[in-house]
């Protein structure tokens, strides 16, 4: 996953032609650390898109301004818009990412 660091890299990321994953975490979220775990599976089973990974902490702002109250969450944009939004709460196993992204690409 590339890392975004401003909010510029995030405005020309969403703004791609084809769907871009990003995942919302931070350095302290212990929900974050679990997913970290199984997420590489999913990275290679999902290679034909690029995915980006935006700490909140470190780019603060954009999570409130795309509703993601809480983390980690996953959200796929296409030409600047939100396409699909998976919640913290529902993004726990793998299976649940999986499920979302087979069903939101």
Known sequence: MQGIHTTEQFQAVIEKEEPVILKFEADWCPDCKRMDMFIGD??????????????????????????????PSILIFQKGEKIAHLHSANAKTPEEVESFLEKSL
């Open 42 to 71: 999913i990275l290679e089973e999902y290679n034909a898109y690029e995915w980006f990974v935006v700490n909140s902490d470190e780019v603060p702002g954009l999570a409130e301004q795309y509703e993601v109250m809480g983390i």
